[in-house]
């Protein structure tokens, strides 16, 4: 096991079998590509390794240029794509091949495909040494892999984790039981949502509203979204089974999350029993659930001050405010005594300066 910034990561593949893999994948090239000069564009930073070691194995004449775009930022994809290097302009009517050192969702690969698509090369061709076909969007086809690997965030061969560990001459896999798991309690007003996203940040967590999600799902109308409006119409409660696909998906959405900060659910024990079924078929668990406790009192004060910026009418009543809390105080309390019983149940002062209460909030976490 080693330790880059934060995060542990456990051996996952050997020098031995990387290079294996890069000689296959060379000799591959090398028989498609052996009557003429290619030119093996690698893309920065990653693939340096993997360039240096594919050329040192590859057989035949050949050219070298390099290409650099990013999307990466710790353990998640921003989504955005930028062109830091371009590539050379001597490909014209040559073979080219991309020499990518992983392929995981295709948007880095999109970006190199269309800084190629005003070019006038003589074919165009795609070689990954790490390949996650699983989350691949499959747009362009992958000319040559050298491994398969599954859904998991790797470091090493020139790969990084914040810039950190791209030197190592093995892979690594992000040791994943180090993740956490944390159900998130608050009467209305005592800052869950503010608390949410301070927390999300520092440990890498993602945030899942239940309102959020069903509200996404049914502005887009998914199949969720379509069953879960079907029971809303005719006044039904949304059966938990749905409610649960609907968290699944999201959970899958972020595979490279440390963890999950569930909010909104669950809300009965029931809820709770099937969270847990789930999580147990994904190997992993709630790790602690945290209420941020608070007196009534302070809390309609703050209520109706917030009331008067937002405009919400149930944030203006003090009796409606009162109802919720009672209506908070009944469902929680099954909840509170299942999580207790797992050793799981953890009260946080909900009162004082934020980062007080953020603080609070770390050292339980911190103690897991």
Aim: include cysteine; aromatic fraction near 10%; charge should be negative.
């Amino acid at each position: 096991m080693i330790q880059l910034g934060d995060k542990l990561f456990k051996p996952y593949l050997s020098e031995a079998q990387i290079l294996t893999a890069v000689q296959k994948m060379a000799e591959a090239v090398g028989a498609d590509y052996k009557d003429e000069t290619p030119i093996f564009v690698g893309v920065l930073n990653g693939s340096f390794m993997f360039v240096s070691d594919f050329l040192k194995a590859y057989p035949y004449p050949c050219e070298v240029s390099f290409v650099k775009l990013s999307s990466y930022q710790g353990l998640t994809s921003t989504g955005i794509v930028e062109t830091l290097l371009d590539v050379s302009e001597n490909i014209e009517g040559r073979s080219v091949v991309i020499l990518e050192d992983i392929i995981d969702t295709g948007r880095t690969l999109q970006q190199l495909v269309h800084l190629f698509t005003n070019t006038n090369v003589k074919d165009f061709k795609i070689a990954s040494l790490f390949y996650k076909a699983e989350i691949y969007n499959g747009e362009y086809t992958i000319d040559y892999v050298g491994l398969e690997i599954p859904d998991s965030f790797i470091v090493g061969y020139g790969l990084d984790y914040n810039e950190l560990g791209r030197n190592l001459r093995e892979v690594y896999q992000l040791n994943q039981t180090d993740m956490i798991n944390l159900v998130l309690f608050g009467k209305p007003g005592a800052g869950k949502g503010t608390q949410a996203g301070f927390l999300k940040e520092k440990y890498n967590l993602k945030h899942i509203s239940t309102g959020d999600v069903f509200r996404y799902n049914i502005k887009n109308n998914t199949k969720l979204g379509q069953l879960a409006k079907s029971y809303m119409d005719k006044g039904d409660l949304v059966p938990d089974e749905v409610t649960i696909d609907m968290l699944k998906d999201e959970v899958e959405k972020n595979p490279d999350a440390s963890g999950f900060i569930f909010d909104g659910f669950p809300r009965t024990a029931a809820q709770a029993r099937a969270l847990d079924n789930f999580l147990d078929t994904k190997e992993m668990q709630i790790d602690a659930t945290i209420a941020l406790e608070a007196d009534d009192d302070v809390l309609v004060a703050r209520l109706l001050e917030r009331g008067k910026e937002s405009g919400r009418p149930d944030d203006q009543d003090e009796n409606k405010i009162r109802n919720r809390f009672d209506e908070y105080n009944q469902k929680t309390a099954p909840l509170k005594e299942y999580y207790q019983k797992q050793g799981k149940f953890y009260a946080v002062n909900g009162i004082g300066d934020i980062a007080e209460i953020t603080a609070r909030l770390r050292a339980v976490i911190d103690s897991l």
